[in-house]
């Protein structure tokens, strides 16, 4: 199923305001794995 990625970037912006670190993304032909950061709330 082909997708926008809209979903992926809002989870990548609302990182960005959160923490400096990325969301990395990892893709293969079987299967997709995004990895977020923990965000420490204090």
Known sequence: MDS?????D???TRYRMLTDRDVQVIASRDYFT????LVEIQ
């Open 10 to 12: 809002n989870i990548r």
């Open 4 to 8: 926008t990625g809209i979903g992926l």
């Open 34 to 37: 995004v990895l977020l950061p």
